[in-house]
């Protein structure tokens, strides 16, 4: 087989693993967990409204809703690929192509900057996020570390490249705001072209900064800091210890070969750690720096390489290079036993995708009008507004401050694996088995 042909396929490897998977494991053709039910409410009013929707999160909490969390961006895309083929076809396309577009820019950023082998094994240790339900959630929040990768990657070679990259996270996610303005002043304030994308990207951060400050009592964002969230480290303990320390391995090395990536990257990991310690959601923290510190992993992994190859025999090089592929392979094992271990399967796409919740859908659908306000659980209240599209006077987290919830003409409650669904004067008017 032709060497260049090998070393194009091998940092991709990874990459066809995966997909494999994937497509062997359909976990994504049911709803997930985490804040899946958030994200399908925001595409629900873009679909429903689309210029209310774009800067007004307007169906929970009624009648005043609540402000925006983050941009619309992300939102914007689920609900047009909502639109043009479905729920269930835009929750999977999503969760399918943001693990595989992570694994990509693993893969193609190490490979091009640092080496075939660092692109093979960046491509691997991608997977070994802390956080694996961020990887495989449909979340705003995956694309931040993909875009700024990107945008630290372009920086010293071409500054528009980079600028898009920002912007579009500018557009994506709050964390946004601060990080992108970081890299390009550590790039070098002084330069002209970083300046100019600086002044670029000012409109898109001040207006978002001062949407957040004129509605601060109005989100309800504030409402979900957690101190219990500083520790467990996330699911994958033994993922993070192996990025952390071949991570930061690649960093110093890094440090004497590129100092000017070794301040971009250093700046990007600080920054969303201390972000999220501020939050008090260490782990999130961890999981935004995870994609960076995988190909700075992968780049201490070449060094490795490179070196047993040059100052002993092949042969050490290679069983090397296995004992690092085997050390990789335990830091993503529990992503691919958290996929593998999901019972979907394509026998089950005859299942509707809001699988135990279907009867109560057809329940909503056949009694209330769009206009109707409805009241629910707070645990079942995100749920049921994706699913109907109707207004109701609750909320899953993320109360705005001045809420009052109010009992409406249905109510609904959840019991003992039974829906309850009462009137306004408290009277039983259906019971619903919350089964498939």
């Given at each position: 087989?032709?060497?260049?042909?090998?070393?194009?396929?091998?940092?991709?490897?990874?990459?066809?693993?995966?997909?494999?998977?994937?497509?062997?494991?359909?976990?994504?053709?049911?709803?997930?967990?985490?804040?899946?039910?958030?994200?399908?409410?925001?595409?629900?009013?873009?679909?429903?409204?689309?210029?209310?929707?774009?800067?007004?999160?307007?169906?929970?909490?009624?009648?005043?809703?609540?402000?925006?969390?983050?941009?619309?961006?992300?939102?914007?895309?689920?609900?047009?690929?909502?639109?043009?083929?479905g729920l269930r076809f835009a929750h999977s396309f999503l969760c399918v192509f943001q693990i595989i577009l992570t694994v990509f820019v693993a893969s193609w950023v190490a490979k091009k900057d640092y080496?075939?082998?660092?692109?093979?094994?960046?491509?691997?240790?991608?997977?070994?996020?802390?956080?694996?339900?961020?990887?495989?959630?449909?979340?705003?929040?995956?694309?931040?570390?993909?875009?700024?990768?990107?945008?630290?990657?372009?920086?010293?070679?071409?500054?528009?490249?980079?600028?898009?990259?920002?912007?579009?996270?500018?557009?994506?996610?709050?964390?946004?705001?601060?990080?992108?303005?970081?890299?390009?002043?550590?790039?070098?304030?002084?330069?002209?072209?970083?300046?100019?994308?600086?002044?670029?990207?000012?409109?898109?951060?001040?207006?978002?900064?001062?949407?957040?400050?004129?509605?601060?009592?109005?989100?309800?964002?504030?409402?979900?800091?957690?101190?219990?969230?500083?520790?467990?480290?996330?699911?994958?303990?033994?993922?993070?210890?192996?990025?952390?320390?071949?991570?930061?391995?690649?960093?110093?090395?890094?440090?004497?070969?590129?100092?000017?990536?070794?301040?971009?990257?250093?700046?990007?990991?600080?920054?969303?750690?201390?972000?999220?310690?501020?939050?008090?959601?260490?782990?999130?923290?961890?999981?935004?720096?995870?994609?960076?510190?995988?190909?700075?992993?992968?780049?201490?992994?070449?060094?490795?390489?490179?070196?047993?190859?040059?100052?002993?025999?092949?042969?050490?090089?290679?069983?090397?290079?296995?004992?690092?592929?085997?050390?990789?392979?335990?830091?993503?094992?529990?992503?691919?036993?958290?996929?593998?271990?999901?019972?979907?399967?394509?026998?089950?796409?005859?299942?509707?995708?809001?699988?135990?919740?279907?009867?109560?859908?057809?329940?909503?659908?056949?009694?209330?009008?769009?206009?109707?306000?409805?009241?629910?659980?707070?645990?079942?209240?995100?749920?049921?507004?994706?699913?109907?599209?109707?207004?109701?006077?609750?909320?899953?987290?993320?109360?705005?401050?001045?809420?009052?919830?109010?009992?409406?003409?249905?109510?609904?409650?959840?019991?003992?694996?039974?829906?309850?669904?009462?009137?306004?004067?408290?009277?039983?008017?259906?019971?619903?088995?919350?089964?498939?």
């Amino acid at each position: 087989m032709n060497r260049n042909f090998l070393q194009k396929i091998i940092p991709f490897i990874p990459l066809l693993a995966v997909l494999l998977l994937l497509l062997i494991k359909p976990y994504y053709i049911f709803p997930t967990t985490g804040d899946t039910d958030f994200h399908l409410i925001r595409a629900q009013e873009l679909i429903q409204s689309p210029l209310q929707g774009l800067f007004w999160d307007y169906l929970p909490y009624s009648p005043n809703g609540r402000a925006l969390w983050h941009p619309p961006l992300f939102h914007s895309v689920l609900a047009f690929l909502w639109y043009l083929g479905g729920l269930r076809f835009a929750h999977s396309f999503l969760c399918v192509f943001q693990i595989i577009l992570t694994v990509f820019v693993a893969s193609w950023v190490a490979k091009k900057d640092y080496g075939t082998i660092a692109g093979f094994f960046a491509g691997i240790l991608a997977l070994a996020t802390n956080r694996i339900d961020i990887l495989t959630v449909p979340l705003p929040a995956t694309y931040i570390p993909i875009l700024s990768v990107l945008t630290i990657h372009y920086l010293p070679k071409n500054k528009f490249k980079a600028f898009l990259a920002s912007l579009l996270g500018v557009w994506t996610h709050m964390m946004s705001l601060v990080i992108f303005i970081a890299l390009f002043m550590v790039d070098g304030i002084r330069n002209k072209k970083n300046l100019k994308m600086i002044l670029l990207l000012l409109p898109s951060i001040i207006f978002w900064i001062a949407y957040w400050i004129i509605f601060r009592d109005k989100t309800g964002a504030t409402n979900q800091i957690n101190p219990l969230l500083y520790f467990p480290p996330g699911n994958n303990l033994s993922g993070l210890i192996i990025l952390l320390a071949f991570g930061f391995l690649g960093l110093y090395w890094l440090y004497n070969k590129d100092k000017e990536r070794f301040k971009l990257y250093s700046t990007y990991i600080l920054l969303v750690i201390l972000i999220e310690f501020i939050f008090e959601d260490f782990a999130r923290g961890f999981s935004y720096a995870s994609l960076p510190l995988a190909i700075l992993a992968g780049f201490s992994m070449q060094k490795i390489y490179n070196h047993c190859k040059i100052n002993y025999k092949r042969t050490f090089a290679n069983l090397i290079i296995v004992l690092l592929v085997f050390v990789s392979i335990i830091g993503t094992s529990p992503f691919f036993i958290s996929v593998y271990s999901n019972e979907a399967s394509w026998d089950y796409l005859n299942i509707p995708f809001e699988t135990n919740y279907t009867q109560l859908n057809s329940f909503i659908y056949g009694n209330t009008d769009k206009t109707e306000v409805i009241w629910a659980e707070s645990t079942i209240a995100d749920k049921i507004i994706w699913m109907t599209g109707r207004k109701i006077s609750n909320g899953k987290y993320g109360k705005p401050t001045d809420f009052q919830e109010q009992h409406q003409k249905i109510n609904i409650y959840t019991s003992n694996n039974t829906f309850i669904i009462k009137d306004y004067t408290n009277n039983t008017l259906k019971q619903i088995p919350n089964t498939i």
